[in-house]
């Protein structure tokens, strides 16, 4: 059995599921990232898996012991097993090492001493420790919450799209921090976000969630190179559709701008982006529009342009 284990958990709310028949298998230290658009089911999974919502059926277990639910349990959740999410709240009037220090209040002084510093130190926080939470970014605080979360040491560390308030440049930073954090520190982690590119940031092994079912699972080249369904394919960019053959896609970046052979069309509207221009180039023959990535920024709009790819990229998607 591995060391956090969810059995074939289901869940509706009022008749709608919200969770149908999901499993999931971590062994210690492990990283893994569940991706799901609102709605998909990812808050409600974490509550069960922290013992913190009841469950129609199914079992989570954390080191052979299972998980017991509010249901179950008089007071609902576990130390092991600590959940944070965007709005987790600190105390406004007490400082960032008084924040961190707090679940230790009932543990041994010297032990509550240790922990705190160590943290302080680890989260790169020791400047700042006598500040208030209002006078921290959104980015500290964020990790000022989650190294309170830490500091009793739980065995499980459940993230509920905790860098949602946070702009890009500050997400990206905390989030290479907290990787390598967690690395570490060998905390096992479950992080779920709507956001695929802050998935792949923080992990290599993904599940892919939709209406609180697993469409897929695996590491992010399997994900991307062999997804099952369109809908996988298009978590990672457009795919277009190939005319005249029934389930063929090819990615954007994987289509080649020529001058002559090909499937000709012409540059209905150009997008400068950092990497590349990305082009809509409208298929003569079939009148499709197709998105394709131009490197060069060779194309303009109005040009006549081939476009050809390799057989090897075709993805055949049935759904
Ligand atoms: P996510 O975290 O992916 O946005 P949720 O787990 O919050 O998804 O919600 C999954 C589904 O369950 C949604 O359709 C949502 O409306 C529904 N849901 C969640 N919590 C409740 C609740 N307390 N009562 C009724 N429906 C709920």
């Excluded at 999974?45 to 009841?54: K, N, T």
Aim: charged content about 25%; overall charge neutral; proline content about 4%.
């Amino acid at each position: 059995m591995s060391f956090f284990e969810a059995k074939k958990i289901k869940k509706s709310y009022e008749n709608l599921p919200a969770l149908q028949e999901f499993s999931l298998c971590l062994n210690r230290g492990e990283f893994l990232s569940i991706v799901g658009e609102s709605g998909s089911g990812k808050s409600t999974l974490l509550r069960i898996l922290a013992g913190l919502e009841v469950q129609d059926s199914g079992n989570v277990f954390l080191n052979q012991e299972e998980i017991l639910n509010p249901k179950k349990k008089l007071v609902p959740g576990y130390d092991e097993v600590k959940l944070i999410h965007q709005d987790y709240h600190l105390l406004p009037n007490s400082t960032v090492a008084e924040n961190i220090r707090r679940p230790l209040l009932h543990y041994d002084k010297k032990y509550a001493k240790v922990r705190e510093e160590k943290l302080l130190q680890q989260f790169g926080l020791k400047d700042f420790r006598d500040r208030l939470p209002r006078q921290l970014s959104g980015g500290q605080q964020q990790k000022v919450a989650i190294a309170a979360a830490l500091a009793i040491e739980p065995e499980v560390l459940l993230l509920d799209e905790p860098f949602s308030s946070l702009d890009t440049i500050q997400k990206h930073r905390l989030i290479d921090e907290l990787g390598n954090l967690f690395q570490t520190s060998k905390t096992t982690v479950i992080f779920v976000t709507h956001d695929l590119d802050d998935a792949l940031r923080l992990t290599d092994n993904l599940i892919i969630l939709r209406n609180g079912a697993v469409v897929q699972k695996g590491n992010s080249f399997e994900l991307c190179t062999q997804p099952q369904s369109q809908y996988v394919a298009r978590l990672f960019s457009h795919i277009n559709a190939i005319p005249g053959e029934k389930n063929e896609f090819i990615r954007p970046n994987e289509v080649k701008l020529r001058s002559k052979a090909g499937l000709l069309g012409h540059v209905v509207d150009l997008r400068f982006l950092v990497h590349f221009n990305s082009l809509q180039i409208k298929l003569k023959e079939s009148g499709q529009v197709w998105e394709v990535d131009d490197p060069l920024r060779k194309y303009q709009v109005g040009d006549r342009v081939y476009l050809q790819w390799e057989k090897e990229k075709v993805m055949q998607l049935l759904s």
